[in-house]
């Protein structure tokens, strides 16, 4: 009987090492991500936390859509949203943070109520319901350069407001809508924009939730005479 060979055939290949090359040496090359990862998972894991997720003064800007003389009377609720967006343009001036405004068809539907055509560096006329159609990632790029979180409040919710943000998710920007400082109509109309915007990737925040993330702290120069707006009547007259 013929005892067998215990010394492996030169032909026979071993397992490679993880992380090794063919030659054996350490291999320099990136590891393949896992299943699930994102650059911005990995990037977070190595160089800590992932701002992007909150609202930064730095890189935002505002724009104001549709808050008409001739349409607001018409918004369910139109004090409230009208009190919500003027909060939110004072909250971004008070941050550095530039306001730009559009209205529909002007002629017809009259300038931005309030004060709010004075909050703004810039007014986008326009026809399409959408503002990217009529020239606003072009104004965005000369008002607020590199600026790639665009915050958005107005009116109709469900129709030139819901267009112009996904236009802005669109161009590869981030869109955050401003909930409370948006109307419609109809409510049941609003509600359902939101809801459309939130599972197309659009951030849903509320006015105060905007205006602390641009704070950041108590630390602020603003922040007391943000809180006292903040905490004087919600929904106080218009013509205040």
Same mark, same amino acid.
């Given at each position: ?51 992007? @997720? ?13 808050? @008409? ?79 790639? @979180? ?78 006292? @707006? ?11």
């Amino acid at each position: 009987m013929t005892t067998p060979d215990p010394t492996p055939s030169p032909t026979t290949s071993e397992a490679p090492v993880p992380g090794a090359s063919s030659t054996g040496a350490p291999s320099t090359d990136a590891p393949a991500p896992l299943r699930g990862e994102t650059r911005a998972s990995r990037r977070a894991a190595t160089s800590g936390p992932d701002r992007s @997720q909150r609202l930064v003064a730095e890189n935002s800007v505002v724009v104001l859509v549709d808050l @008409q003389e001739r349409l607001m009377p018409a918004i369910h609720d139109d004090a409230a949203v009208r009190q919500r967006a003027r909060l939110l343009a004072h909250g971004a001036q008070e941050s550095g943070v530039p306001v730009v405004g559009t209205e529909q068809n002007p002629d017809k539907l009259g300038p931005l109520v309030d004060a709010l055509p004075e909050s703004c560096v810039r007014v986008l006329p326009k026809m399409h319901f959408g503002a990217c159609e009529d020239g606003l990632l072009e104004l965005l790029d000369d008002v607020a350069p590199g600026r790639d @979180q665009v915050v958005l409040a107005g009116t109709e919710a469900h129709v030139c407001l819901m267009q112009t943000a996904l236009g802005v998710l669109e161009s590869g920007r981030q869109a955050w809508v401003v909930s409370d400082a948006c109307g419609s109509r109809d409510p049941r109309d609003a509600h359902a924009a939101m809801a459309r915007l939130s599972f197309s990737g659009v951030r849903v925040v509320t006015t105060e939730m905007a205006v602390f993330e641009w704070l950041h702290t108590c630390e602020h120069p603003s922040f007391r005479a943000m809180s006292r @707006q903040i905490k004087e009547p919600r929904f106080p007259s218009i013509d205040s």
